[in-house]
Nanobody
Framework: QVQLVESGGGLVQAGGSLRLSCTAS????????MGWYRQAPGKQRDLVAS???????NIADTVKGRFTISRDNAKNTVDLQMNSLKPEDTGVYYC????????????WGQGTQVTVSS
């Protein structure tokens, strides 16, 4: 089992910045992809950004140029730097980890609220 602890959410005005952090612990070997998903009220959970163990990133078009994902493999952390925030970025942000290659397991954090006021 992998446990994920998130931090860094909060309330910010449009145009502001926030940084989300997620730390993985437990059975953390063979973690492949780490990332962040977002779920707005009444909507599905969508990928915001992900990063592989090798450093390849996948960034949603809606946040490209504003959000940056980074990872520290030694510390088992993944961060999401969010700049130029917009009200539509509001939602619950979930840390996600994918582990394994043949047998794949996926883990989720408890979620952290990000609210961007206009």
């Amino acid at each position: 089992q992998v446990q994920l602890v998130e931090s860094g959410g909060g309330l910010v005005q449009a145009g502001g910045s926030l940084r989300l952090s997620c730390t993985a612990s437990g059975s953390i070997s063979r973690i492949n992809t780490m990332g962040w998903y977002r779920q707005a009220p009444g909507k599905q959970r969508d990928l915001v950004a992900s990063i592989t163990s090798g450093g390849s990133t996948n960034i949603a078009d809606t946040v490209k140029g504003r959000f940056t994902i980074s990872r520290d493999n030694a510390k088992n952390t993944v961060d999401l730097q969010m700049n130029s925030l917009k009200p539509e970025d509001t939602g619950v942000y979930y840390c996600n980890v994918v582990q394994g290659s043949i047998i794949v397991r996926q883990y989720w954090g408890q979620g952290t609220q990000v609210t961007v006021s206009s």
